[in-house]
């Protein structure tokens, strides 16, 4: 099952939202050990989880969080242009481009729910009417990004961090579903469920 949620929502889910922020800092603090704010709670978060952002949410089966990630749009505050603008080259603002940040996979999760995860990505920014998505992630998630089927363009990197643009386009969806063993008309209920039956391309207004 797939969820996309604004930060404003997760107190209907507190559970899933407990479990996400719970595995961030297990994957960030303890496994990739960068210096990030864990709460009393074991929970990971930061300034721009306060900005109301999109999570997009894969559960497993028994409902806990298997893998999410976070959007907010270029437009506004985001952590490529407040703190690595300079990987890449400065920093990049657009209507139809988001950050895409904090790929977390629980630990145990298997390829395929990471990779539905990425579908789910897909599926935002197609009926989103997004051209793309700019990350800034541990380096060493290339190789990951590649076997799971959706490759970013590298902009730059330094010290292990690196910078992405990831194309939103039909042929990259299309593969991804298949890898996935996901439907087309799946992934688009997923969509629907949260913003209606939206005209793929018709972008809705953003929070931020």
Same mark, same amino acid.
Not at 37 to 43: C, M, N, T
Not at 47 to 64: H, I, Q, W
Not at 125 to 140: K, P, Q
Not at 145 to 174: C, K, M, Q
């Given at each position: #099952? /797939?969820?996309?949620?604004?930060a404003s929502e997760l107190t209907h889910y507190p559970d899933l939202a407990a479990d996400m922020f719970r595995d961030r800092a297990v994957q ?36 806990? @969080?298997?893998?999410?990630?976070? =959007?907010?749009?270029? !437009?506004?505050? @985001? #952590?490529?242009?407040?703190? =690595? ?5 400065? $920093?990049? +603002?657009?209507?139809? /481009?988001?950050?895409?940040?904090? *790929?977390?996979?629980? $630990? ?12 789910? &990505? ?14 800034? =992630?541990?380096? %060493?998630? /290339? +190789?990951?990004y590649r076997r799971l089927g959706w490759e970013p363009e590298v902009l730059g990197r330094e010290n292990g961090i690196a910078v992405g643009l990831? !194309?939103?386009? $039909? %042929?990259?969806?299309? &593969?991804?579903?298949? +890898?996935?063993?996901?439907? @087309?008309? !799946? &992934?688009? &209920?997923? *969509? ?9 391309? @018709?972008?809705?207004?953003?929070? %931020?």
């Amino acid at each position: #099952m /797939i969820r996309y949620l604004y930060a404003s929502e997760l107190t209907h889910y507190p559970d899933l939202a407990a479990d996400m922020f719970r595995d961030r800092a297990v994957q960030f603090r303890d496994r990739l050990g960068w210096e990030v704010q864990v709460d009393a709670l074991g929970w990971e978060t930061d300034a721009y989880d306060a900005m109301d952002p999109l999570y997009v949410l894969a559960e497993d089966g028994a409902g806990g @969080h298997a893998a999410s990630m976070r =959007f907010l749009p270029t !437009t506004g505050p @985001h #952590m490529l242009a407040d703190v =690595f603008a300079g990987l890449a080259g400065g $920093p990049v +603002r657009s209507g139809r /481009i988001w950050e895409c940040t904090r *790929f977390c996979l629980a $630990p145990g999760t298997k390829t395929k729910a990471a990779r539905t995860l990425l579908l789910a &990505a897909s599926e935002l920014g197609l009926g989103m009417g997004l051209t793309h998505a700019v990350g800034v =992630f541990d380096a %060493a998630m /290339i +190789r990951v990004y590649r076997r799971l089927g959706w490759e970013p363009e590298v902009l730059g990197r330094e010290n292990g961090i690196a910078v992405g643009l990831w !194309t939103f386009a $039909p %042929a990259t969806h299309d &593969a991804l579903a298949r +890898r996935c063993g996901v439907t @087309h008309a !799946t &992934a688009r &209920a997923w *969509f629907e469920a949260a913003f209606g039956d939206l005209p793929r391309g @018709h972008a809705l207004p953003t929070r %931020a």
